[in-house]
């Protein structure tokens, strides 16, 4: 709450800046506008003086002789200094003041107004502050003979200066600034109207940087802006219009009490109703802490008996009342599975004695077994053996004497073995040992083995029997996919994920001992070589190129496939030695020859070098610095290795970049103001029914000429700017308002709708989520949510609560691009989602790759022992879609079903056909 209100509080006191600023400019433009109403002042004021009209130009003789006595020269009034009469060489005819001494024209601005009136014969106005600010206007007129002169006017600016201060209550000072950078004191006040405010401004600013600029000084209280005194000459002469906002500031600080206070009373009040509304609770929840305990100890009657009594007497439900019942049947489960369990060893009992006793085992039973089951003595001397583990072992039907369980069941690396770690079972006959231990078989395989060891008493001696169960398919598939999250599966460098986490590791702990540069090589004209020898030799070219550079680059380069056919690499070398990557001879990784069966190309490459500084905050931006040089190469250095580092030229490539990112911002703001998003609609099928079950809403932005934009050019710029949480809810009141269309015309057609992580994250999205199904009157039985896995979710138990929140209002969630991230079973495990999402880099080739197809049956069985139900996306050709619905997945998605279109090219009615 206090940080809300400091953030009003900042927002307040930007607006208050901008309004002083615009203030200020309102300012300039007052006083341009009162210097021009002078001049026009003082034109009236010139036109209405009785002027001579017999002036005896013609006669060079009585050049300075002042008119007779009937045609007196007007004197000055109002305000008017003196009035000079020239002719066009700029030589004074006659001139008449009011003071002793008159007031001395400068040559230039003569020469101004003659060159003026030459040209244009229109009167002109001079406003100059030499020593004193006069207003200086030259007037064209003629004699009775036609001669040609000159009437200038002078009046002091003060006038002006006084009606300016009067006006805009703000002060004025008038300052000659020095253009020679060597004059020390380069600041002159000529005029001004507050000495005080002028001397803070002069003594705490460089004006000269601050020309047709507004300053604005917290610390002492004032806002100026300077401007020329004249536009259109190239003086020295600055306007200074000053406002004191000590008043201003007074205000401010109030405003930071007001909101202090009032947020420290609400959060007080908050927390006595939080710790009222909540102590009930929390003391049912206290004790029922203390009934948990007991479950470990099975005292199952005592947990029912106190859950009994902290029943609650109210008519609502709450959540420990919800717990209560949960717990409750926990017991019950508890109960019946502890039955079941003494039951099976009753049952396990009664069988090992039947084997103690015949010394055999059930032939049937054991040798069609898929453990492995082996019963040796202490020493691990081999008794009895199953066919499975015969078959590992090597053993014949009879046993050697010498068959030792040692010899294959062990561990690398482990100080005992088998028999010594398992020596305490012959002590103890109802203990039981469980742990994985490798197999090492007699072809030289290791496999993975999960054993339960436990005690036997043969004839009056102990025994001990091992089971063991085959998990290395289990680990290798695990790994394989925890291997396949962090890595390309083409070239399996890392992937850009993993290596932006392990670059910035890198880069945290060396950055200080080591200088370091980021290598990145992309292959020019990749897309046009798919296309021309297919994706298989794509993917050889990418697996070759990815061998031939770990082989050219020192050992322990991080190197990482970060593009279609981009790779970078983050190269090393210790400070203290004068070296770097340039000293290296890259320039030969950017040919490469590609060799395929008979056939043979040389592939050009670009390749940026550039090198880490402090200034960048990590990996990222270096990697978006390098991609910005790395457009520029492609432009002009195509098919060469370039040193960024050795370059002090700016990067237009990266401004370029920017300015295409700041004009992509704009357009998405302007759509999002302008209501211009438009939905499309790509149906998911049913595969059991062969009809549509729901349809993804996928976001296009039309231009402003009508054209639609990809979602790939702006959901970046939405992320980086921080829009998209208002990107998805203008998605979400679409979506909700065409279901409710839907659900008016009897439609029972699904929409599902992308949520990113920022928005699901926000404090009021399920307020808001709520709001939206109220204002557009959407069922939410008809909405499923997708959960993007690429998106961070930082935290899992507030989105947790969420989803469920979702759910008990009817919403389905799924969760969309499974399998691309290595968090991905996180997310399954820990959110109640209903569908998987299964992301179409697996299915795209699934009907060519034996891998993609074991990956996406594993992730398909995974997901249906969870409970979940699995859409496959990126379904483009029959051949796809036989594998996937052989596989067991219940939805599918993709350009050979149906390509996404707007809501009046849709067709409800489509039906699969095979």
Same mark, same amino acid.
């Given at each position: 709450?206090?940080?809300?209100?400091?953030?009003?509080?900042?927002?307040?006191?930007?607006?208050? !800046?901008?309004?002083?600023?615009?203030?200020?400019?309102?300012?300039?433009?007052?006083?341009?506008?009162?210097?021009?109403?002078?001049?026009?002042?003082?034109?009236?004021?010139?036109?209405?003086?009785?002027?001579?009209?017999?002036?005896?130009?013609?006669? #060079?003789?009585?050049?300075?002789?002042?008119?007779?006595?009937?045609?007196?020269?007007?004197? =000055?009034?109002?305000?008017?200094?003196?009035?000079? &009469?020239?002719?066009?060489?700029?030589?004074?005819?006659?001139?008449?003041?009011?003071?002793?001494?008159?007031?001395?024209?400068?040559?230039?601005?003569?020469?101004?107004?003659?060159?003026?009136?030459?040209?244009?014969?229109?009167?002109?106005?001079?406003?100059?502050?030499?020593? !004193?600010?006069?207003?200086?206007?030259?007037?064209?007129?003629?004699?009775?003979?036609?001669?040609?002169?000159?009437?200038?006017?002078?009046?002091?600016?003060?006038?002006?200066?006084?009606?300016?201060?009067?006006?805009?209550?703000?002060?004025?000072?008038?300052?000659?600034?020095?253009?020679?950078?060597?004059?020390?004191?380069?600041? *002159?006040?000529?005029?001004?109207?507050?000495?005080?405010?002028?001397?803070?401004?002069?003594?705490?600013?460089?004006?000269?940087?601050?020309?047709?600029?507004?300053?604005?000084?917290?610390?002492?209280?004032?806002?100026?802006?300077?401007?020329?005194?004249?536009?259109?000459?190239?003086?020295?002469? &600055?306007?200074?219009?000053?406002?004191?906002?000590?008043?201003?500031? !007074?205000?401010?600080? @109030?405003?930071?009490? #007001?909101?202090?206070?009032?947020?420290?009373?609400?959060?007080?009040?908050?927390?006595?109703?939080?710790?009222?509304?909540?102590?009930?609770?929390?003391?049912?929840?206290?004790?029922?802490?203390?009934?948990?305990?007991?479950?470990?100890?099975?005292?199952?009657?005592?947990?029912?008996?106190?859950?009994?009594?902290?029943?609650?007497?109210? *008519?609502?439900?709450?959540?420990?009342?919800?717990?209560?019942?949960?717990?409750?049947?926990?017991?019950?489960?508890?109960?019946?599975?502890?039955?079941?369990?003494?039951?099976?060893?009753?049952?396990?009992?009664?069988?090992?004695?039947?084997?103690?006793?015949?010394?055999?085992?059930?032939?049937?039973?054991?040798?069609?077994?898929?453990?492995?089951?082996?019963?040796?003595?202490?020493?691990?001397?081999?008794?009895?053996?199953?066919?499975?583990?015969?078959?590992?072992?090597?053993?014949?039907?009879?046993?050697?004497?010498?068959?030792?369980?040692?010899?294959?069941?062990?561990?690398?690396?482990?100080?005992?073995?088998?028999?010594?770690?398992?020596?305490?079972?012959?002590?103890?006959?109802?203990?039981?040992?469980?742990?994985?231990?490798?197999?090492?078989?007699?072809?030289?395989?290791?496999?993975?083995?999960?054993?339960?060891?436990?005690?036997?008493?043969?004839?009056?001696?102990?025994?001990?029997?091992?089971?063991?169960?085959?998990?290395?398919?289990?680990?290798?598939?695990?790994?394989?996919?925890?291997?396949?999250?962090?890595?390309?599966?083409?070239?399996?460098?890392?992937?850009?994920?993993?290596?932006?986490?392990?670059?910035?590791?890198?880069?945290?702990?060396?950055? $200080?001992?080591?200088?370091?540069?980021?290598?990145?090589?992309?292959?020019?004209?990749?897309?046009?070589?798919?296309?021309?020898?297919?994706?298989?030799?794509?993917?050889?070219?990418?697996?070759? /190129?990815?061998?031939?550079?770990? *082989?050219?680059?020192?050992?322990?380069?991080?190197?990482?496939?970060?593009?279609?056919?981009?790779?970078?690499?983050?190269?090393?070398?210790?400070?203290?030695?004068?070296?770097?990557?340039?000293?290296?001879?890259?320039?030969?990784?950017?040919?490469?020859?590609?060799?395929?069966?008979?056939?043979? #190309?040389?592939?050009?490459?670009?390749?940026?070098?550039?090198?880490?500084?402090?200034?960048?905050?990590?990996?990222?931006?270096?990697?978006?610095?390098?991609?910005?040089?790395?457009?520029?190469?492609?432009?002009?250095?195509?098919?060469?290795?370039? &040193?960024?580092?050795?370059?002090?030229?700016?990067?237009?490539?990266?401004?370029?970049? *920017?300015?295409?990112?700041?004009?992509?911002?704009?357009?998405?703001?302007?759509?999002?103001?302008?209501?211009?998003?438009?939905?499309?609609?790509? =149906?998911?099928?049913?595969?059991?029914?062969?009809?549509?079950?729901?349809?993804?809403?996928?976001?296009?932005?039309?231009?402003?000429?009508?054209? /639609?934009?990809?979602?790939?050019?702006?959901?970046?710029?939405?992320?980086?700017?921080?829009?998209?949480?208002?990107?998805?809810?203008?998605?979400?009141?679409?979506?909700?308002?065409?279901?409710?269309?839907?659900?008016?015309?009897?439609?029972?057609?699904?929409?599902?709708?992308?949520?990113?992580?920022?928005?699901?994250? @926000?404090?009021?999205?399920?307020? $808001?989520?709520?709001?939206?199904?109220?204002?557009?009157?959407?069922?939410?039985?008809?909405?499923?949510?997708?959960?993007?896995?690429?998106?961070?979710?930082?935290?899992?138990?507030?989105?947790?609560?969420?989803?469920?929140?979702?759910?008990?209002?009817?919403? !389905?969630?799924?969760?969309?691009?499974?399998?691309?991230?290595?968090?991905?079973?996180?997310?399954?495990?820990?959110?109640?989602?209903? /569908?998987?999402?299964?992301?179409?880099?697996?299915?795209?080739?699934?009907?060519?790759?034996?891998?993609?197809?074991?990956?996406?049956?594993?992730?398909?069985?995974?997901?249906?022992?969870?409970?979940? $139900?699995?859409?496959?996306?990126?379904?483009?050709?029959?051949?796809?879609?036989?594998?996937?619905?052989?596989?067991?997945?219940?939805?599918?998605?993709?350009?050979?079903?149906?390509?996404?279109?707007?809501?009046?090219?849709?067709?409800?009615?489509?039906?699969?056909?095979?």
């Amino acid at each position: 709450m206090s940080g809300r209100g400091y953030y009003t509080y900042l927002k307040t006191t930007a607006h208050q !800046q901008e309004a002083i600023r615009e203030d200020l400019s309102q300012l300039e433009i007052s006083f341009n506008s009162l210097q021009n109403r002078s001049s026009r002042e003082l034109m009236r004021l010139t036109n209405s003086l009785i002027l001579p009209n017999s002036f005896n130009l013609k006669n #060079e003789e009585k050049l300075n002789e002042p008119p007779t006595s009937s045609e007196k020269l007007p004197k =000055p009034r109002q305000g008017v200094e003196s009035i000079y &009469y020239l002719d066009y060489e700029g030589r004074v005819l006659f001139n008449s003041h009011k003071n002793k001494l008159p007031l001395l024209l400068k040559p230039k601005h003569i020469q101004q107004a003659i060159h003026t009136l030459s040209e244009s014969q229109n009167s002109t106005t001079i406003l100059d502050c030499y020593a !004193q600010c006069y207003q200086h206007i030259f007037i064209p007129a003629k004699n009775d003979s036609n001669n040609r002169f000159i009437i200038n006017v002078n009046r002091s600016a003060n006038l002006l200066f006084n009606d300016f201060t009067e006006v805009s209550g703000a002060e004025i000072a008038i300052i000659a600034i020095s253009k020679n950078e060597s004059d020390s004191n380069n600041h *002159r006040t000529i005029y001004t109207s507050d000495p005080k405010l002028s001397k803070r401004l002069i003594d705490n600013f460089d004006l000269a940087t601050f020309i047709n600029d507004s300053i604005i000084d917290s610390g002492h209280f004032f806002s100026a802006r300077l401007f020329p005194l004249n536009q259109s000459i190239n003086n020295q002469y &600055y306007v200074a219009v000053i406002k004191d906002n000590s008043k201003l500031q !007074q205000q401010i600080a @109030q405003v930071i009490k #007001e909101i202090f206070i009032s947020s420290l009373i609400t959060l007080t009040i908050i927390l006595l109703l939080i710790a009222i509304i909540l102590r009930p609770s929390l003391y049912r929840l206290s004790e029922l802490t203390k009934i948990l305990p007991l479950l470990p100890h099975g005292r199952y009657g005592e947990v029912k008996s106190s859950l009994y009594k902290l029943q609650s007497q109210s *008519r609502w439900i709450d959540e420990i009342d919800t717990l209560a019942a949960t717990i409750a049947k926990v017991i019950d489960s508890l109960d019946s599975m502890d039955q079941i369990v003494n039951s099976h060893k009753e049952e396990l009992a009664v069988q090992i004695r039947a084997l103690t006793e015949a010394k055999v085992f059930n032939e049937t039973l054991l040798d069609n077994s898929p453990l492995a089951i082996i019963i040796h003595d202490g020493d691990g001397k081999i008794r009895n053996i199953n066919r499975l583990g015969r078959e590992l072992t090597g053993l014949l039907e009879q046993t050697p004497a010498d068959a030792n369980i040692n010899n294959w069941v062990k561990n690398d690396g482990q100080y005992i073995n088998l028999s010594a770690s398992l020596y305490p079972l012959l002590k103890n006959e109802d203990k039981k040992v469980q742990g994985e231990t490798s197999f090492f078989t007699a072809d030289n395989r290791q496999l993975d083995f999960l054993w339960t060891h436990s005690s036997l008493n043969i004839d009056g001696d102990r025994k001990i029997l091992s089971l063991g169960i085959d998990i290395t398919e289990r680990h290798e598939a695990a790994e394989s996919l925890r291997w396949l999250g962090q890595h390309d599966r083409v070239t399996g460098l890392l992937n850009r994920s993993s290596f932006t986490e392990d670059a910035n590791n890198f880069i945290k702990n060396h950055s $200080k001992t080591m200088h370091i540069e980021l290598l990145m090589l992309d292959i020019d004209d990749f897309a046009m070589f798919n296309d021309r020898r297919g994706f298989d030799a794509g993917d050889k070219l990418l697996n070759d /190129f990815a061998a031939h550079l770990c *082989r050219s680059l020192p050992p322990n380069t991080l190197l990482s496939r970060t593009g279609s056919g981009e790779f970078c690499a983050l190269i090393a070398h210790r400070v203290n030695v004068d070296t770097t990557a340039k000293d290296l001879s890259l320039e030969h990784l950017t040919r490469y020859t590609f060799r395929n069966e008979s056939s043979s #190309e040389e592939i050009c490459l670009s390749g940026v070098v550039d090198a880490f500084n402090n200034s960048l905050s990590g990996i990222d931006e270096l990697i978006s610095n390098t991609t910005s040089t790395m457009f520029r190469v492609k432009s002009k250095l195509r098919g060469q290795l370039y &040193y960024a580092a050795n370059d002090d030229s700016p990067d237009d490539s990266s401004r370029s970049s *920017r300015h295409q990112k700041y004009r992509m911002k704009e357009q998405l703001l302007s759509a999002l103001n302008d209501n211009r998003l438009v939905l499309f609609y790509q =149906p998911i099928v049913n595969l059991k029914t062969n009809n549509i079950s729901h349809c993804e809403c996928l976001v296009r932005l039309l231009d402003s000429e009508s054209q /639609f934009i990809d979602p790939a050019q702006f959901l970046g710029i939405a992320s980086e700017s921080g829009l998209l949480p208002k990107l998805d809810y203008s998605v979400l009141e679409k979506a909700m308002r065409q279901q409710s269309l839907w659900e008016e015309s009897g439609i029972t057609t699904g929409l599902s709708i992308n949520v990113t992580a920022p928005t699901l994250e @926000q404090a009021d999205f399920q307020q $808001k989520f709520d709001e939206l199904l109220q204002l557009t009157g959407a069922n939410p039985h008809r909405l499923i949510l997708e959960i993007v896995e690429t998106d961070a979710i930082s935290n899992l138990n507030i989105t947790r609560n969420l989803l469920n929140h979702f759910k008990t209002v009817g919403t !389905q969630i799924a969760f969309d691009d499974f399998g691309i991230g290595f968090t991905s079973f996180e997310y399954v495990r820990d959110l109640p989602v209903d /569908f998987i999402k299964i992301d179409q880099s697996f299915i795209r080739f699934i009907h060519e790759r034996e891998q993609d197809r074991v990956l996406v049956k594993s992730m398909v069985e995974m997901s249906h022992s969870l409970g979940k $139900k699995v859409i496959v996306e990126g379904i483009e050709n029959r051949a796809a879609l036989a594998v996937v619905k052989e596989i067991g997945v219940e939805y599918v998605q993709g350009y050979h079903i149906c390509r996404p279109m707007p809501i009046s090219a849709l067709d409800l009615s489509l039906h699969l056909r095979y």
